[in-house]
Nanobody, 124 residues
Framework: QVQLVESGGGSVQPEGSLRLSCAAS????????TAWFRQAPGKEREFVGG????????RYADSVKGRFLISRDNAKNTMYLQMNSLKPEDTAVYYC?????????????????WGQGTQVTVSS
C-alpha cells in the first residue's frame, strides 16, 4: 500500500510561481512512476506530468511544457512540481498519483494510488 500526501498549494498572481510536494510512504521498491494530475471545476481530471523513479525520465502535458518542472528526491521519497509563469487556467485541484512500473501513464485509470489533492488558484 502506498500513501501520498501533497502540500504546497495556495493562491498566486498570474506569472507567479508555486512548488508542490508529494511525499510517498509505504513503497516496497523504486520501480514506481508518479505523476501530477489536476482537475478544475466542471472538467475532467487531466495529466500534468510525471516521472519514472527508476530512470528519472519525465513526461509533460503540452499545456505545461516549458513552465512546469517535475523532480524527485529519492532519499525523501518526495516528488516536486515546480510551477512557473502560472496562468489563470492553471487553477485547479492538483493530485499526486502513483503506479507500479516505470512507465508514466497519462490516464488517471493507470494509477492505483492517489493523494487527497491541494488547491492551486491563479488570480489577480
Amino acid at each position: 500500500q502506498v500513501q501520498l500526501v501533497e502540500s504546497g498549494g495556495g493562491s498566486v498572481q498570474p506569472e507567479g510561481s508555486l512548488r508542490l510536494s508529494c511525499a510517498a510512504s509505504g513503497r516496497a521498491s523504486s520501480n514506481y512512476a508518479t505523476a501530477w494530475f489536476r482537475q478544475a471545476p466542471g472538467k475532467e481530471r487531466e495529466f500534468v506530468g510525471g516521472i519514472s523513479w527508476n530512470f528519472g525520465s519525465t513526461r509533460y502535458a503540452d499545456s505545461v511544457k516549458g513552465r512546469f518542472l517535475i523532480s524527485r528526491d529519492n532519499a525523501k521519497n518526495t516528488m516536486y512540481l515546480q510551477m512557473n509563469s502560472l496562468k489563470p487556467e492553471d487553477t485547479a485541484v492538483y493530485y499526486c498519483a502513483a503506479r507500479s512500473g516505470s512507465i508514466v501513464a497519462v490516464m488517471p485509470i493507470g494509477y492505483a494510488y492517489w493523494g487527497q489533492g491541494t488547491q492551486v488558484t491563479v488570480s489577480s
